[in-house]
């Protein structure tokens, strides 16, 4: 072959290496936002011991998966926790997947769901709709994200306000745990630590038995959200002697849904 016949493969060989090297690359990356918020010390009703230890965990799990940002707070009051909830919903604007943590007490009323803050009082019934927060708000603020929207709530405990709260109507039910609920929006899940109308353990350790195992299967790279949330069912049952049963509603598509992506693949060597 002669020289411009070698100069010309060279040519070609160098065009291939470009072509693969630019369609080899991996995909941008998702950008995955996460807020996180733990409550324990609560002001007017016994404190409890383990959710702020339990956020702490899911913070740092998801960290350590590399969220883009993980928004870690404890022991909000009310207005505290709206501002939260509304800066967090300016990162999930442009974000993949965004999802929110909450450990504490939660109720339900009238079939609504409302979490509650640190100050609240609750003294009768109506008092839920001035000083908590209903699920419909932190549904709200996740929102924009493309992908994945994802609510986990530790949330099932016993309600500590429901001897004391007054009835302002005899018809108005205040139900024990969480109420079940079915997204209207796509590409939602939620995530409760015990299934509607039941409740939850706190566990006998520093954390509970459903973020023990959320922290164990979540972060899997490449597993499915579903899946892990399958397995976290699984573990949290045999933690607790069939118990409680961890429960997930809304819907995906048929695509796999990782919360943490699988290790790209090395691109293949021109």
Known sequence: MNGSGFLNLNRLLLAVAAFLLIVCQPAFAEKRVALVLGNSAYRNTAPLANPVNDASVMAATLKNAGFDTVDFRKDLPAVETRRALREFADLARDADIALVYYAGHG????????????????????????????????????????????????????????????????????????????????????????????????????????????????????????????????????????????????SLGGEDVPLVPAPAKPAPTA
């Open 107 to 250: 109720i339900e009323v009238d079939g609504a769901n409302y979490l509650i803050p640190v100050d609240a009082r609750l003294e009768r019934d109506t008092d839920v709709y001035d000083e908590a927060l209903s699920l419909d708000r932190i549904l709200v603020a996740i929102e924009p994200a493309r992908k994945l929207r994802l609510v986990i709530l530790d949330a099932c405990r016993d309600n500590p306000f429901a001897k004391t709260m007054k009835r302002t109507l005899a018809t108005r039910a205040i139900g024990q745990g969480l109420a079940k609920v079915e997204p209207t929006s796509p590409n939602v899940l939620i995530a409760y630590s015990a299934k509607a109308g039941s409740t939850a353990a706190d566990g006998d350790g520093k954390n509970s038995p459903f973020t023990i195992a959320l922290s164990k299967f979540l972060p899997t790279p490449g597993l499915d959200v579903r899946r892990a949330f399958g397995y976290v069912r699984d573990d949290v049952l045999k933690t607790t002697n069939n118990r409680q049963e961890p429960f997930v509603y809304g």
